[in-house]
Each structure stands twice: as structure tokens, then as C-alpha cells.
């Protein structure tokens, strides 16, 4: 069974950081691209960030280009998402993703 497991969310001030992390297991996570994608409160999903298997090539949404990093620990089956210069717009549940399957999400809030 697969299972995606993320954390580090939580409320943070305008131009603030977070990282997310996301353990992986039931699957086979070093052969597997790996996403984080997001949903606003009312808005549909975003993919966000997308890493291919062994973490050398990485594509960015254009509205956080140059803010979110996204990496991966293949020895700790654990994806991982960076969020720098955060925005008030960047407030969303945000999911770990296989092609098929996302996490619970984990709660980033962007308020001053």
C-alpha cells in the first residue's frame, strides 16, 4: 500500500520559510518521479514542483520559481519541498504526489 506522509506545514509571516518533508513507503521511491502539488482554500489543485527519480532535473510552477526548492533522500524514502520569500498566496494544503496517489496534505498559512 502506498503511503505518503507529510509534515512541517504550519503558520508562518510573509517573506518566512518552511520545509516540508514527505515519508514515502509501499513503493518502490528511488525508481519514482515524485511531485508536491497544492490546493488553495476554494481553488482547484497546483502542481507546484516535480523531481525526477534520482533528484538531477526539477520544473517549477511559474508562481514559485525561484522561491521553492524542491529535493529528495532517496536512502530515506523522503521527498522534501523548500519554501523561501513565502506569499500570502502561497496559503494552501499542500500534497505529496506519485503519478497516482497524494498524501493527507500538510497546512501552509502565510498571515501576518
Known amino acids: 500500500e502506498v503511503q505518503l506522509a507529510e509534515s512541517g506545514g504550519g503558520l508562518v509571516q510573509p517573506g518566512g520559510s518552511l520545509r516540508l518533508s514527505c515519508a514515502a513507503s509501499?513503493?518502490?521511491?528511488?525508481?519514482?518521479?515524485m511531485r508536491w502539488v497544492r490546493q488553495a482554500p476554494g481553488k482547484g489543485l497546483e502542481w507546484v514542483a516535480i523531481?525526477?527519480?534520482?533528484?538531477?532535473?526539477?520544473y517549477y510552477a511559474d508562481s514559485v520559481k525561484g522561491r521553492f526548492t524542491i529535493s529528495r533522500d532517496n536512502a530515506k524514502n523522503t521527498l522534501y519541498l523548500l519554501l523561501n520569500s513565502l506569499k500570502t498566496e502561497d496559503t494552501a494544503m499542500y500534497y505529496c504526489?506519485?503519478?497516482?496517489?497524494r498524501g493527507r496534505g500538510t497546512q501552509v498559512t502565510v498571515s501576518s
Open positions: 504526489a506519485t503519478v497516482h496517489e
Open positions: 509501499g513503493f518502490t521511491f528511488r525508481t519514482s518521479v
Open positions: 523531481i525526477d527519480s534520482a533528484g538531477d532535473t526539477t
